[in-house]
């Protein structure tokens, strides 16, 4: 494939693609020393420091952005105070390391988009309103959805629960927080990741966005069948091209890795909301079990961290071999 040179104004950019190495993997954020005044995007900025981050490469090998939103782990000490439980259990929503495991792609020549706030503070794979009225002291938009099965199921763009449907507040939060977190960190979020993919787009004729995420080692039910290694979601093919999910899949199971499409994880928001084949922007979730990297208990990497990293790498390198002419806007019927 060849390479293109995207361009335009990106969030905080970092080009050797190594993320700073917090070895403990979480932290609080540090006090906000803002003015009061301040435009809720930058006091979050402030708290956050920054809220995500696009690591950016120094050229550009092929149209695919590799996306980590859930793997967080900036706690906001005002979140951590009114929530009813302890960090660890908080924690248990997280992706934890999913953007550490990912950084190898950017040496290779891939933008890698990750957040810094955790997913149970705001969730931006979500539509931007989907609310739970029961959450909160005050009335919502009316244009909030507040009917969806995330929502009724508490885990909406603000979380209601984590884990084994654990509620995290005590009592019910205002709602001028919740807006405030989808103003000041979901939105500036989306803006830059559409901002990426539309430059790449633009250059290139076509984009490819690979959503990054993992899942606890055990099912939720005991119904439920033993997780696979590997979980691609394509939205059951609408999401992208076939040739995008079977090369992908192909190379796990190349790799050894037991894989899944499509189920239990079809792909979430941003899996549908970015995915148009026919406009050749192809969006896949990719969620990776996390007994393959980590130990859940302790929330510590474990000694096959590095290996899993390594395959990453591989992964990334089959998928920049796809053609471009692949990956374009379909030709309409007429022509």
Excluded at 49 to 57: A, G, K, N, S, V
Excluded at 167 to 193: Q, S
Aim: hydrophobic fraction near 35%.
């Amino acid at each position: 494939m060849a390479e293109c040179s995207p361009h335009g104004q990106w969030a905080k950019t970092v080009h050797n693609g190594r993320p700073d190495d917090n070895r403990s993997g979480v932290r609080q954020s540090r006090d906000s020393h803002g003015d009061a005044a301040d435009a809720m995007t930058d006091q979050l900025a402030a708290e956050f420091d920054p809220p995500f981050e696009i690591l950016q490469p120094e050229g550009l090998r092929a149209p695919i952005v590799f996306n980590s939103p859930h793997s967080g782990r900036i706690y906001p000490r005002g979140f951590l105070a009114a929530a009813r439980l302890d960090l660890a259990t908080l924690r248990r929503s997280e992706d934890s390391f999913v953007d550490e495991l990912m950084a190898g792609v950017v040496r290779l020549g891939h933008p890698l988009m990750r957040a810094h706030f955790p997913r149970c503070y705001v969730d931006v794979n979500r539509e931007p309103y989907e609310l739970d009225p029961r959450m909160f002291d005050g009335r919502l938009p009316s244009f909030a959805n507040t009917r969806s099965m995330r929502v009724a199921g508490g885990l909406g763009t603000v979380a209601r629960v984590v884990g084994d449907a654990q509620e995290i507040y005590g009592e019910r939060i205002p709602v001028d927080d919740a807006m405030r977190r989808i103003e000041g960190l979901y939105k500036p979020y989306h803006r830059e990741l559409r901002r990426l993919l539309t430059g790449i787009h633009r250059d290139c004729g076509a984009a490819i966005l690979v959503d990054c995420h993992s899942m606890p080692s055990t099912a939720a039910t005991k119904d439920e069948r033993p997780r696979a290694d590997i979980v691609l979601g394509d939205r059951y093919g609408t999401s992208c091209v076939a040739a995008v999910s079977e090369t992908m899949e192909l190379t796990f199971r190349e790799l050894g890795y037991a894989v899944s499409r499509n189920k239990p994880y079809a792909g979430g928001f941003i899996t549908e909301h970015y995915g148009n084949p026919t406009a050749g922007l192809h969006s896949i979730q990719l969620e990776l079990n996390r007994a393959l990297y980590m130990d859940e208990r302790c929330y510590e990497r474990a000694d096959n961290f590095a290996r899993l990293a390594a395959h990453m790498v591989v992964v990334a390198d089959r998928l920049a071999e796809l053609p471009i002419e692949e990956l374009r806007p379909y030709r309409a019927a007429a022509e």
